[in-house]
């Protein structure tokens, strides 16, 4: 069974630092989605990491993935109040699915 | 395209009643998944069609919950009796199923209170 596993679950940081969100996953797979949630709505889709060494930047946000480590990063530049949401990785295992706990991220002022 | 379309958006309900939660996925969209969030379980995979037909239902709880595809454009949630454990958001999601295609998007939800 694939276990994705997702570290800090609770990340609180200030607006202009730089931090990582780490996911780790049990099971070999070479596709990786980053999805976002702000309270009480739903999820949207932030980056789709489709290869060993697959590097996707949007804004403040970074993602990679190394498959050999069975390892993706999310690393969020100089923090803003906006990205204040959790944060998803999810690992396909063949047309489906499986989400990490997520990440509650709040950035302070 | 409006996007996935969920309803009802809030369904509160007595213990016992039957619960249908509808969906409409993405138009073109091969798949159609439906998955469930609560705080102690997070977001969980119920079951999931391909092309109206059901490929895994191994997340859904028990014989309580069925789901149906009838059409590309219309798939339910059906519940059972509800009971109170059954609280939670649901979550429809639909994707073309290849490559980049892949990505999920999700519906709003439907938050569901069992008493």
């Known amino acids: 069974e694939l276990k994705v596993e997702q570290n800090p679950l609770f990340l609180s940081m200030q607006e202009g630092k730089n931090y990582t969100i780490y996911c780790n996953y049990s099971?070999?797979?070479?596709?990786l989605y980053w999805y976002r949630q702000d309270p009480g709505k739903s999820l949207e889709s932030l980056f789709v990491?489709?290869?060993?060494?697959a590097v996707k930047q949007e804004g403040r946000l970074m993602a990679s993935l190394d498959t050999k480590a069975r390892l993706s990063t999310l690393h969020i530049t100089a923090a803003v109040h906006d990205l204040s949401a959790t944060y998803f990785c999810?690992?396909?295992?063949?047309?489906?699915?499986?989400f990490g706990e997520g990440t509650q991220l709040t950035v302070n002022p | 395209d409006a996007g996935v379309i969920q309803s009802p958006r809030h369904e509160v309900t007595e213990m016992g009643q039957e619960v249908t939660l509808r969906c409409k996925p993405i138009?073109?969209?091969?798949?159609l998944f439906w998955y469930r969030q609560t705080m102690m379980r997070g977001l969980e995979l119920l079951i999931y069609?391909?092309?109206?037909?059901?490929?895994?239902d191994s997340g859904m709880p028990e014989d309580r919950f069925s789901a149906k595809m009838p059409n590309a454009s219309f798939s339910t949630l059906k519940i059972q009796p509800s009971e109170p454990r059954d609280s939670a958001v649901y979550f429809c999601?639909?994707?073309?199923?290849?490559?980049?295609?892949?990505?999920?998007?999700f519906g709003s939800g439907t938050q569901l209170s069992v008493l």
């Open positions: 138009s073109g969209h091969d798949y």
């Open positions: 069609f391909n092309n109206n037909v059901p490929i895994d």
């Open positions: 990491l489709l290869s060993n060494g």
């Open positions: 999810a690992v396909d295992s063949g047309s489906r699915l499986t």
């Open positions: 999601a639909s994707s073309l199923g290849e490559g980049e295609g892949e990505k999920l998007f």
């Open positions: 099971t070999t797979s070479d596709r």
